[in-house]
């Protein structure tokens, strides 16, 4: 069974719990999740002014072994994501979910659900871009990756996890909380 690597989480509202219900449904809707890595507190990432975030990101990465589809396990992320809240405007927000969308700017979220890996593949469609485009460029996503995974070797970069985060130049606070 294929394993899909996400990162999962929030800024608005108990960000915690918001993590405990989403990596519930991932577990009902997705697969079942083989790992998890410690939650980390962040800085806010890609938004046009820190007043608009008035509180960190909560974010944990997940392992899942799935029988769905990439695409079907992208529809029921953002599924779960309305579940829990979330509200995609059709204003500009970034769409960063897995898409190869480049929006400038990001919003305040009670969760969010990202797609960063999918076994080895790589797919670039309108909808869904894997490896995650950016990952690599965000500590936020690194640090949690390596607590599941450090040797996962990127498909298209070909270094592990390790390296990236190693070689990774975004300073921003990646803290782990207890």
Not at 118 to 140: A, C, S
Request: hydrophobic share 35%.
């Amino acid at each position: 069974m294929p394993t899909l690597y996400l990162l999962i989480g929030g800024n608005q509202g108990d960000r915690r719990q918001m993590i405990s219900q989403a990596t519930d449904l991932i577990q009902q809707r997705i697969g079942s999740v083989a790992t998890c890595s410690y939650i980390y507190e962040t800085a806010p990432w890609g938004f046009f002014s820190p007043d608009e975030t008035p509180q960190s990101f909560f974010n944990q990465a997940l392992a899942a072994n799935t029988s769905l589809s990439p695409h079907e396990a992208l529809n029921e992320a953002m599924s779960i994501e309305q579940m829990l809240g979330r509200h995609r405007p059709s204003n500009g927000e970034s769409n960063d979910i897995g898409s190869s969308t480049n929006s400038h700017f990001y919003f305040s979220r009670p969760i969010d659900i990202d797609l960063i890996f999918y076994d080895q593949l790589v797919i670039d469609t309108p909808d869904l871009t894997l490896p995650h485009p950016r990952m690599h460029l965000r500590r936020f996503v690194l640090q949690p990756l390596c607590d599941i995974a450090p040797q996962y070797r990127h498909p298209i970069i070909n270094k592990t996890l390790t390296e990236l985060l190693d070689e990774c130049t975004d300073t921003s606070s990646c803290l782990r909380c207890l």
